[in-house]
């Protein structure tokens, strides 16, 4: 995760736990049972599209909020096109830290047949984030003329109507942020997908990541944009971070900030003088540094990483998660493991849990966040799912004789009849 201080206590709920190891009680489920973990202070949402449960926190008013784009601008793009047979599965995991600063989204049918998914990874506080599950949709369909771009096949202006979306969504959320009396500081990555059964597009701000499964091997449709390590586009990133004025130190733009890119961030963007002003009063940096400094470009963006691609035979499945999971297992690796479960039982779901829990296993430190979209390309192995269902019925057989049990001989005869057997063993 991205940031600085992290104040805010916020709680997402996934999915079952019950794949997770025991030992990470800061994993939130879906199921019924899990929501007496919640806070009083958390709020449902609907969530469309998937039979999951989304939990945030609700300590903060969105009523102060600039105008969003109109009904009419959004829905102004004839009727739904139901989506495509694609199986999603999407869970947060707070991990071993104190708060939970990641939010996931998964909202369809859309116009024209697309599922709309997103990952945002928040810093410094939830409001950005809060902000954004909000928002960023809305402005994203405006700029789109109500999903009519995601048809078109001029690639630059579908990039060009999703950079405006980001930025305008930008400006909204600093102004808002200026308002605010606390937890104004607070900034979040976007890494957002409009998915159909034959085509994705990709808008990216920041370090969350998105894979694609093809034939096998892992396919990166965005790229980290943090200012360290010697990738074509961290380099990329520390030129333009420097060419605008700023500066990184120890892999941090400013020395405070992980990520390059991203959505709000107030003190880096329009308060940089009273953040330059308090550094030279804490003794962090001099007057004269200051003076050589050019404050007018920007040195945090949140102009957007814009890719479209086709979904073909070979595309299998899409993973997109935030850097708690990167962190800790590569696209790769985490390709091949989710190919091993969706052969292993086919559930996407699981396949989330079991993802998120072996990054956890690893020591992983961060909120993880994980949206799989499956194509339903990969298919199970031969006899894996009788022998799932035969275990569910042998164990429900001795259920039943554990509460009602006459003799070992009507054990017997139960289980030969869930086996599908007969046994003529006397007991």
């Keep these: ?51 999951v449960i989304v939990v945030a926190h609700a300590n903060l008013s969105l ?3 600039p105008a969003s784009p109109s009904q009419d601008q959004i829905q102004d793009a004839g009727d ?26 998964v909202e369809g049918p859309c116009p024209y047949g697309f599922t709309y998914a997103a990952v945002f990874d928040g810093h410094a506080g939830f409001s950005s984030v809060k902000f954004l599950r909000n928002e960023l949709y809305k402005e994203c369909m405006a700029a789109l003329q109500g999903g009519l771009l995601l048809e078109s096949n001029d690639v630059g202006v579908i990039k060009d ?25 607070s900034g979040s990555t976007a890494t957002v997908m409009f998915l159909r059964a034959d085509r994705l ?4 701000v920041g370090d969350s990541r998105l894979v694609l499964s093809c034939a096998g091997k892992a396919e990166e ?4 944009h943090r200012p360290f390590g010697n990738s074509k586009t961290s380099l990329a990133e520390i030129k333009r971070v420097k060419d605008a004025g700023g500066w990184v130190r120890d892999g941090r733009v400013c020395g405070s900030l992980s990520v390059s890119r991203a959505f709000g961030d107030i003190l880096l963007k329009t308060r940089r003088k009273e953040m330059l002003d308090n550094g030279v009063k804490n003794r962090f940096w001099t007057n004269h540094f200051v003076s050589r400094l050019d404050t007018a470009a920007d040195w945090i963006v949140a102009l957007p990483d814009v890719n479209v691609a086709n979904i073909n035979q070979d595309t299998e499945f899409i993973l997109l998660a935030s850097d708690g999971l990167w962190d800790t297992i590569k696209s790769a690796e985490a390709v091949k493991f989710v190919t091993n479960q969706l052969k292993q039982h086919g559930d996407v779901q699981l396949a989330c849990e079991a993802l998120a829990g072996a990054a956890l296993d690893r020591n992983g430190q961060d909120n993880i966040s994980i949206i799989i979209a499956d194509l339903g390309k990969i298919q ?6 009788k022998r799932q269902e035969l275990k569910e019925s042998i164990k429900q057989v001795l259920v039943d004789c554990i509460l009602n049990v006459k003799s070992l001989n009507v054990l017997w005869q139960s289980i030969s009849c869930a086996l599908g057997e007969d046994f003529p063993i006397s007991m």
């Design 1 to 51: 995760m991205a940031g600085l201080a992290r104040p805010a206590v916020v709680n997402l709920v996934g999915t079952n736990t019950k794949h997770l190891p025991k030992s990470h009680p800061k994993f939130f489920g879906s199921a019924l049972s899990s929501l007496v973990t919640i806070p009083k202070t958390a709020l449902i949402n609907r969530a469309l599209c998937t039979d």
């Design 380 to 385: 199970c192995q031969e006899g894996f799912a």
């Design 201 to 204: 597009i990709v808008a990216h």
């Design 221 to 224: 449709l965005s790229a980290d």
């Design 161 to 185: 109507a999703l950079s405006a979306a980001f930025l305008q969504t930008d400006r909204r959320l600093l102004s808002w942020l200026d308002e605010l009396r606390e937890d104004n500081e």
């Design 63 to 65: 009523s102060k909020l």
């Design 80 to 105: 739904s096109i139901p989506c495509s047979r694609i199986t999603w599965g999407q869970l947060a995991v707070q991990g071993p830290r104190t708060e939970m600063e990641d939010e996931i989204v």
